[in-house]
């Protein structure tokens, strides 16, 4: 009888799959290199170039490790659209670049999903080929501004043109570089070690004066250089860092200790549908699904952690005085957990990819913005039926949300006792249709899916179609508001 490896047992004891330990194993790795890439390589140490090269080969040897010959996927994508950038023009370069990721991204999926394994989690190369579409497309928005350049002198567009630079660069004043990326910036932008994985996509302008050393200067002028010597909190932080290793540590925890009693897929076990009250059901699915978002929180928190790590992240400083090195961070956990609407809970989560859905979709379409980002949502992440339930029924779940809380909230306002109750009610009815909407999204496949949602009556279905029906549309405030600078995918107000 041939005995376990140290390995194997903890894979049987922990139910950990093959995949997540490989995964573990090299953001495990990418930690240690990112420190060691700040100190041995820093911009002050050796040049942009080597910087480069040493991020793109250490994202490469990653995604061998993790995936083997499918890797493969990951370098055509990649080569196929830089060829596009260089030869395709300006006009229509975004054009291109968006349906030749988009597209490959689906077939891989298609094939992965249909072809081989439908229903069962195989091997998920797909992971950095959806952060490869985001960066390409991201990319794309600086050879867009290069057209939009162009046209500013023409009086028609100038407008259009001046909100577009305000909206992704911060100000009506800034110039793109005058060449496309080299294919050394091109290929460490999209398989550097740090994200190649599980990301986040970050601004290209920004990726590009991080390597090259330029990106604290922007942030606190002139002074920036003194200020690095002079002030410890300017090298990458090792509180920052270490904080949110802590937080990977207690998700890990949570997920051992509670995630694993609390399987999403018993919510449509035969005996427990038969047997159970719709209480019974409403509660478990509440518990289940609360407990399944610490593998997110642990992958995102990780890969925030591992860009800090080698220095990259700074956003600026606080109000407390504090360096704060958030500037790409996926994720706002408290925020998540004590939301009080729809939106404030699909702002915090997943951040990053809400930002680029906004810019390559919410900002661009004319009509049926929130439907199509949803679409499109569902269309980056994969073919499975359930994601496609899960975004379709946030289009309806979003728009009644946001009716509902314009006529009822003022209502509610007068008293701290009367909004503290409103509150609430308000964070258990968001987590309850959170909940009802991400289930599909977790059982994957059609049949559990419709099952799950016979045993819960379809009622957020149904009372979100009848607010959408029976509440009057509000016109928005004329008071201007101020957003969170990474407004996520959907919807704009309350």
Known sequence: MRRCTMSEWFLVLYSVSPPQVNFIICQAVGLAAAFWFRRSLSPQRVSPALRHAVATLLGVSFVIFCFGWYAS???????????ILCKASVHNVHWYSMLVAVGYLTACQISRVFIFSYGILSTDFSGPLMMITQKITTILSWSEMIHIQLTLNTPCFYPLCVEFVRLNHGSPTFSPYSTRPSLLEYLSYNLNFMSILVGPCSNYKDYIEFIEGRHIKPLFGNVATCMIKLMPSFAPSQQAVCQKLLVCVGCMFWFFAITKSFPVTYTVDPEFLSQASFLRKLVYSLISLQAARPKFYFAWT?????????????????????????????????????????????????????????????????????????????????????????????????????????NFRQYFLGSPTVKFAYDVV??????????????????????????????????????????????????????????????????KGD
Not at 333 to 359: C, H, M, P, R
Not at 437 to 465: C, D, G, N, Q
């Open 426 to 491: 308000t964070w258990l009815a968001t987590h309850l249709a959170i909940c009802y909407t991400v289930a599909p999204f977790t059982l994957l496949a059609m049949e559990p899916t419709l099952e799950y949602y016979r045993s819960m009556y379809f009622y957020v279905h149904i009372i979100s179609i009848l607010a959408i029906i029976v509440l009057p549309s509000r016109p928005r405030s004329t008071k201007p508001e101020k957003h969170a600078q990474h407004s996520n995918n959907n919807v």
């Open 302 to 406: 990780l890969a925030d952690a591992i860009h800090n790590a080698a220095g990259y992240g700074i956003s600026g400083v606080d109000e407390k005085g504090q360096v704060s090195w958030d500037l790409i961070s996926n994720i706002r956990i408290w925020e998540i957990e004590t939301a009080t609407s729809y939106k404030a809970f699909i702002d915090n989560w997943n951040i990053q990819t809400g930002v680029w859905l906004k810019n390559v979709c919410y900002d661009r379409v004319p009509y049926y913005r929130t439907p199509l980002t949803f679409v499109l949502s569902a269309l980056w992440h994969g073919v499975y039926p359930g994601y496609y339930f899960t975004f379709l029924t946030g289009i309806p779940v979003t728009l009644a949300a946001r009716a509902m809380r314009r």
């Open 73 to 83: 996927h990951t370098f055509i994508l990649t080569l196929s659209c830089y060829i």
